[in-house]
């Protein structure tokens, strides 16, 4: 993929998810592979789930490249720095609330290889379910499928003790962050990390599983102009005007939208109100630009360019001066007469009436509204089987791609146990092209109220 197209692309599939967040976006393009990082099989496997980790947890900022080697390091050690040295309020749960947290977070996650907390089977399946709802209904889904998938993700996807297990976690993490801030603490300890042949690193998940597979991802189209109009104002865009300066043209890709998962990463902890830092550092001034944690990346946008068909921009000539302009350049401040006859003057007193009305002063009249023109929207008939949007048109998910998704996530939860699993084709044109962040709260933002510690 070439160098400033892939700005474009990503601003065209951070469109497509509501523009939550703010986009960041690698200076080049790199190739992916995804698999079950939660669960790697082999050292290639365990190779690619480092790398996934060292993109998806560099330095991200607002108006920013994403940049994987920081001054700070990944998110993780500056996540795990952060927390070494936090001061809490001195008020803790009881034993009942130290037990539902607990609860809660079996129903979520699992003790991957080494003892490291992975998304457990309950919850990818529900991500699972959650994103493939979440796109039917984007799509404009009739009400007889949606009700159908919606009854599935309730009965196969665990809804309820899922959605139960995340209030629980956010509500007593409202209340008080010292458990979950030890707990994250001591799970980013560099002896309990997992490790390449010559890294550790902090695994991070993704959802839907189903993207392992390319066949599943959604395929789109969309105008050299219309990915320009999709770039949001604070992107840098240096790279993509480069390229785009004398192109036209239409893309055909494919794409797919990653939601992140992080078992030792809670951003509510930052939002909380029961921890200082003596030294006065600031985790995070809230504008996701300045701190040691400004922002981090919630989601990751997958691309493989399918088509480009794309031809130089022609520029019109500039039209012919009238007759009698002067061609040649005049000098500044001079007034150059076309040529014409002289013709006699007749200079005649002005009427009392002119004169009248120029010296007197009349209250103005009721402004007018100005009424602007507006180019009304007009209707375009899309392809069968694919959606029309503002900018481009994105296929349509048929029940066949629905159950494929499905299929391939169990047999991936499955593990070794279960049948052999058809190896999805792999696709040598996938790149990380962008990453959708969400701004850190204004952090540290200890409360007067709290009793603290001498």
Sequence with gaps: MQSGLHVALAAWVHSQVAGEGFLACPELPVPLVLADFASPRSMTDLQRAWEFAQLTNGEVGLGAPARVAGAGGPLWSRHR???E???F??????ELEDAELAAARAVLFTDGQGGFPVPSATFNRYQEYRALHTTMLEQGAGAAELTAVLAEWVVAGDKAAVES???????????????????????????????????????TGFTPLSAVDPTTWLEGRATLDELD????????????????????????LRFVVLSLHRSWFTVEQYAARDWRLRDGEQASAGDGRAGSVPAYAARAYLVEVVELAVASRVVEPAPAPPPGRPRAPTKPGRVVLAPGGLAPVVLRPRSPVTRLAATTLRPAAVTKAVTVPRRLPTLEIAEPGRRALVLGHVQLLDPVAR???????EALLAGPSGPPATPPPTTQGAFLVGLGCTVVPLSPN??????WAP
């Design 81 to 83: 720095r952060l927390l």
């Design 85 to 87: 040295r936090m001061e």
């Design 89 to 94: 309020a001195t008020r803790s749960w009881s």
């Design 165 to 203: 297990a995340l209030a629980t976690v956010l509500r007593l993490g409202l209340r008080s962050t010292r458990a979950v801030a030890e707990r994250e603490r001591l799970a980013l300890h560099e002896d309990l990390l997992p490790t390449t042949a010559d890294h550790s690193f902090a695994p």
């Design 229 to 252: 109009r999709a770039l949001p104002p604070e992107a840098p865009r240096d790279t993509w005007d480069a390229w785009w300066a004398n192109r036209v043209g239409e893309v055909r």
């Design 403 to 409: 159950q494929r998704r499905l299929w391939v996530t």
């Design 446 to 451: 200890p409360s007067p109220t709290y009793t």
